[in-house]
């Protein structure tokens, strides 16, 4: 079953995504390529904590429930944080298929998923965060590009063996300028 999308501080989060994003590869298999957004089933998020700025400062404060998913997390020094664009969250928004990335009118049209342009189907981003401290039910990090009040979708250490590429890494010129 599906919510609205209003349920966290009265906004929901369904969205054709969940929180475990690596699930995904699993649920939507090569078997699920070609069908209708009608014939893929949909699921809903659970926020884990909201984002708090204040000032130069961000805390990612984790909900009471989820505190027992802290434990180990003071070992790493960078997490990645996956977050929902709630305040971003409108149907023309979901809709938008290609971007000029940043918003610069130099850089080519370019689909979303081939660059981090807030608007996209899902709204989920995605930071990479130096940990400043893990204390009680907040995490402390060096900076991240989400506003205040921002729900929180899930929170993964940095394993650098596993979370860079090797080899021969190709970008877009445009990424250099």
């Not at 984002?51 to 998913?69: C, K, P, Q, V, W």
């Not at 990479?128 to 893990?134: A, F, M, P, T």
């Not at 990090?141 to 729900?151: Q, S």
């Amino acid at each position: 079953m599906c919510t609205s999308r209003r349920s966290f501080f009265g906004r929901s989060l369904k969205a054709g995504s969940c929180g475990v994003l690596c699930s995904l590869l699993d649920r939507f298999s090569k078997a699920n390529a070609g069908q209708t957004q009608n014939e893929i089933p949909s699921f809903h998020v659970n926020p884990v904590g909201r984002i708090e700025r204040r000032g130069e400062t961000s805390h990612l404060r984790i909900f009471n429930r989820y505190h027992d998913a802290l434990l180990g997390l003071d070992g790493y020094s960078h997490i990645f944080v996956l977050y929902w664009f709630d305040q971003n969250d409108t149907p023309e928004k979901r809709s938008v298929l290609r971007v000029h990335p940043r918003g610069n009118p130099d850089n080519p049209l370019t689909g979303v998923f081939a660059c981090r342009a807030p608007t996209r189907p899902n709204l989920i981003g995605l930071t990479l965060c130096k940990v400043v401290s893990v204390a009680d039910r907040a995490i402390q990090v060096d900076k991240i590009d989400a506003l205040d009040g921002t729900p929180i979708v899930d929170i993964k250490p940095y394993i650098p063996s596993t979370d860079s590429a090797t080899g021969d890494v190709r970008m877009p010129d445009w990424l250099s300028r």
